[in-house]
């Protein structure tokens, strides 16, 4: 039986146990406050670095690339200005060589031994554009015409070469290129083929002629 009196050692292991719990509750209190702080802390440095990502970032300023000047298109030539060639074939080689003259154009014929007289071709063509004083040749069906050889003696001796030309003969000094002319051959009247040379002595009266 019991007799009401508390067994050896029960009260102390109480305090024991009271003092224990106390303790327990402080040591809990102390692991929340220090890992609330710990948290905060964290949460802190989040709102600091998410802040600061948040940032809108500076826009770099754009150069625009300067666009290539196309170059100027080669200026075209000029087209030739000047006289044409005018259509000559079929017509008589004396006709044709005149109108060439009235456009300034000087004139060669080259006879290809046929018959007739007319032009068969020109060099240049027809329509071509060419400049003042230009050759161009005349290529007549028929062989050279007998014509008569003008009489020039007494006659400027230019002036006597530009008609034996104009008849279609050849001229060669002999003498002078100036003056009078004092003696040809063949002598005038006389029949010639086209194309034949005609000398001429050329000076002056006192020069005489060989």
């Given at each position: 039986?019991?007799?009401?009196?508390?067994?050896?050692?029960?009260g102390?292991?109480?305090?024991?146990?009271?003092?224990?719990a106390?303790?327990a509750?402080v040591?809990?209190?102390?692991?929340?406050?220090?890992?609330?702080?710990?948290l905060?802390?964290?949460?802190?440095?989040?709102?600091t670095?998410?802040?600061?990502?948040?940032?809108?970032p500076?826009?770099r300023?754009?150069?625009?690339?300067?666009?290539?000047?196309?170059?100027?298109?080669?200026?075209?030539?000029?087209?030739?200005?000047?006289p044409?060639?005018?259509?000559l074939?079929?017509?008589?080689?004396?006709d044709?060589?005149?109108e060439?003259?009235?456009r300034?154009?000087?004139?060669?014929?080259v006879?290809q031994?046929?018959?007739?007289?007319?032009?068969?071709?020109?060099?240049?063509?027809?329509?071509?554009a060419?400049?003042?004083?230009?050759t161009?040749?005349?290529?007549?069906s028929?062989?050279?015409?007998?014509?008569?050889?003008?009489?020039?003696?007494?006659?400027?001796c230019?002036?006597?070469?530009?008609?034996?030309?104009r008849?279609?003969?050849?001229?060669?000094?002999?003498?002078?290129?100036?003056?009078?002319?004092?003696?040809?051959e063949?002598?005038g009247?006389?029949?010639?083929?086209?194309?034949?040379?005609?000398?001429l002595?050329?000076g002056?009266p006192?020069?005489?002629?060989p």
């Open positions: 039986m019991t007799d009401g009196n508390p067994a050896p050692g029960t102390h292991d109480r305090l024991t146990l009271v003092l224990g106390g303790l509750t040591l809990l209190a102390a692991i929340g406050a220090t890992t609330g702080w710990i905060a802390g964290e949460d802190d440095r989040r709102a670095s998410t802040g600061g990502a948040s940032a809108t500076t826009a300023p754009v150069t625009a690339t300067p666009s290539r000047s196309t170059p100027s298109a080669t200026p075209s030539r000029p087209a030739a200005t000047g044409t060639v005018p259509d074939v079929g017509r008589d080689f004396d044709a060589r005149d060439l003259e009235e300034g154009l000087r004139w060669r014929l006879f031994g046929g018959s007739g007289r007319a032009v068969e071709r020109t060099y240049p063509k027809a329509g071509t060419v400049t003042p004083g230009r161009v040749t005349l290529y007549v028929g062989p050279p015409p007998v014509v008569r050889v003008p009489d020039v003696v007494d006659d400027d230019d002036e006597a070469a530009e008609e034996l030309a008849e279609g003969f050849r001229v060669v000094y002999t003498l002078r290129r100036s003056g009078k002319v004092l003696k040809q063949p002598g009247g006389s029949q010639a083929p086209w194309g034949d040379p005609v000398a002595w050329c002056e006192a020069d005489g002629a």
